[in-house]
Every structure is written in structure tokens, then in C-alpha cells.
């Protein structure tokens, strides 16, 4: 079975540009999240998905980032404009939709942003 | 809001030496918790868990972490720890109202031959 993947694995755009990551979960997780880890700093949510609604995005910094995950496969998450704070190595995880709150989440490898 | 604290940042050992990785995290109420590794190059994999039920968990690789409520605490220890240890660990915790993780600021262990 395939692991949750990631594209592109780095970037480095300038300030101002638009960059645009994209995560594929394990296929049937309806569970997808978002996080990002700054400089060496905590692992921190970003937003999640149920199927191809934002259950919650609460973690998102700014209006600079917008997430889709049309027709609920698939997801990305797009930097308008990018600024230099913003760059980190963000991470897509996914887990099964199950009725309790025992789901385990599994990792991508992370695309890693730098911000010029 | 709820924080994750490890309280070693860098960790050095000798090869079969044993490892205890502290965690500490402040939320009161019930929560799920997780011990992550990232090894060299490689994405962040699942060691173990604890949901519900016996406090102490065993893992992969010779893993085990105790969950002691009335510290808040969920440590991670491995009696003997190998080179291929070598990796960062991240605590992490969710409360059982929502399903982000919430990370500590993660242990890099490096295990000396």
C-alpha cells in the first residue's frame, strides 16, 4: 500500500511569488491535515480535512494560504504571495474516518519551502 | 490552548546505553498520545500510542512509553538503544474534542558505535 505523498519534495521561490504544494493521502482516508514545521521549531497544525470538507483551519496563519482538496482525494495548499517567515518544511498526513477519536495519522515526507 | 513540552533537545549515548526522552503536556482533559521518529532523510513514522487502557505501551523497535495522568506525562524509554536509533523524536498529543496534533518541539537523539 502507498504511503501519503508529497510534491514537490523542495521549492525555493522568491518574495511575493506563488507556490503551489499538493499531497496525496493513503488511498480511502478521508482524514487529511496539514502542518508545518519553521526552522527547527514545533511541528504545528495547520488545518484538516473530512473528505473534501475543511473540518478544521484553525491553524492556518493567514489569508496568504488557501487549502482545497477537491472531490476529496487529493489536496494542496497554495502561499499567495509568499513571504520569507514562510518558509518551513510542511507536511500532509492522513488517517480512516472512524466514529471515535482513536485514528492514527500517517505522514508524508514533507515538501520543504524556502522563501528567498 | 494545550502545549507538549520534551525537555531534551539534544541527546547523546552510547551505543546499548538505556534512553528515557521526557514529555510533558498540559491539557486536563482526556487525550490520545504519540511518540513520532524521524529518521535521516526519511518522513515521520508512527512508534507508538496510547488510547485507552494499560498505561505503559509498547512499540516498534523496542519502544515503550508510560502514560502517568497525575504527571501529565507520557516519557519514552528503550532499555538498550542501537546507531540506527539515531533520529529525532516528537511527542504528540490530541485531545480527544478535536483531531490535530499538537507536537512538542522534538529530541534529537544521536546514538555514538
Known amino acids: 500500500e502507498a504511503g501519503v505523498t508529497q510534491f514537490p519534495s523542495h521549492s525555493v521561490i522568491e518574495k511575493g511569488q506563488t507556490v503551489t504544494l499538493r499531497c496525496d493521502p493513503i488511498?480511502?482516508?478521508?482524514?487529511l491535515y496539514w502542518y508545518r514545521r519553521v526552522m527547527g521549531k514545533e511541528i504545528k497544525f495547520l488545518l484538516h480535512?473530512?473528505?473534501?470538507?475543511?473540518?478544521?483551519e484553525s491553524g492556518m496563519p493567514n489569508n496568504r494560504f488557501l487549502a482545497e482538496r477537491t472531490g476529496g482525494t487529493y489536496s494542496t495548499l497554495k502561499v499567495q504571495p509568499a513571504e520569507l517567515e514562510d518558509s518551513g518544511v510542511y507536511f500532509c498526513?492522513?488517517?480512516?474516518?472512524?466514529?471515535?477519536?482513536?485514528?492514527?495519522?500517517?505522514f508524508g515526507p514533507g515538501t520543504r519551502l524556502t522563501v528567498l | 490552548a494545550q502545549s507538549v513540552s520534551q525537555h531534551n533537545h539534544h541527546v547523546i549515548l552510547s551505543e546499548a546505553a538505556s534512553l528515557e526522552l521526557g514529555c510533558n503536556y498540559s491539557?486536563?482533559?482526556?487525550?490520545?498520545l504519540f511518540w513520532y521518529v524521524q529518521y535521516p532523510g526519511q518522513h515521520l513514522q508512527l512508534l507508538l500510542k496510547?488510547?485507552?487502557?494499560?498505561?505503559l505501551v509498547k512499540g516498534i523497535k523496542g519502544f515503550e512509553a508510560e502514560f502517568i495522568k497525575s504527571k501529565f506525562s507520557f516519557n519514552l524509554r528503550k532499555p538498550s538503544v542501537q546507531w540506527s536509533d539515531t533520529a529525532e523524536y516528537f511527542c504528540?498529543?490530541?485531545?480527544?474534542?478535536?483531531?490535530?496534533?499538537?507536537f512538542g518541539s522534538g529530541t534529537r537523539l544521536q546514538v555514538q558505535p
Open positions: 480535512f473530512v473528505k473534501e470538507s475543511k473540518q478544521d
Open positions: 488511498s480511502g482516508h478521508d482524514n
Open positions: 504528540a498529543v490530541m485531545d480527544t474534542g478535536r483531531r490535530a496534533l499538537t
Open positions: 498526513a492522513s488517517s480512516q474516518l472512524t466514529s471515535g477519536r482513536t485514528d492514527t495519522q500517517y
Open positions: 491539557y486536563g482533559g482526556t487525550v490520545n
Open positions: 496510547y488510547f485507552s487502557g494499560d498505561p
